[in-house]
């Protein structure tokens, strides 16, 4: 068995997201509304709570290694993305497991900023049923074999936010301008 939990350090800012940038919750709101007429807290705001034109586009379906509850787009890319991991690196596809997708909820230590789970358009990793430690500088093996999967399809990888976030992948601004294009938001 690979140890894909075993802790390595981030790779530098350079060498990863090339061509993609963050999601702007600026750019979702835009796109699909705020998420609710809540007030965002460090909790989820419960899914019949949620702007009603954005929870018609939240679908709950298997992404492979397990189920998610995302926006259809996402969940759909996540399922393109997951394929890849499974055929190239079946241990890793198994020792897979969510922490979450929607969660309409503030940016962990922001007290006004929507986080991109709001929009169902982020997900929460884990490896063997570990979380990667959010703000060490260290991010978990596995993540970087994960990672280029991500990247194909157009996600970006958390591990260049200012306090790194290794288990956090979101649909990047670009792919998701591109979806507003292509009409499947
Ligand atoms: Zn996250």
Known sequence: ??????????????????????????????????PSKERAGTNCIAVP???????KKIVTEDVGPFRVTGHRAAVDSLRRVFLHVKASDPELYEALGSAGML??????????TWSNHSWGLA?????????????????????????????????????????????????????FLEWEREGLL
Request: hydrophobic fraction near 35%; aromatic fraction near 8%; glycine fraction near 10%.
């Open 49 to 55: 709570k949620l702007n009603p034109n954005l929870r």
């Open 1 to 34: 068995m690979k140890s894909y939990t075993r802790l390595v350090p981030k790779p530098p800012a350079s060498g990863i997201n090339t061509g993609l940038s963050n999601l702007k919750a600026s750019t979702c709101a835009r796109v699909l509304g705020v």
């Open 103 to 112: 969660c309409a909820r503030l940016v962990r230590g922001s007290t006004s």
């Open 123 to 175: 997900i929460d990793l884990t490896i063997d049923g570990k979380l990667d430690q959010r703000g060490d500088g260290m991010v978990q093996h596995g993540l970087l074999t994960l990672y280029k999967h991500f990247h194909r399809e157009g996600w970006y990888w958390g591990a260049e936010f200012n306090i790194e976030d290794g288990m956090h992948f979101e649909v990047a601004e670009q792919t």
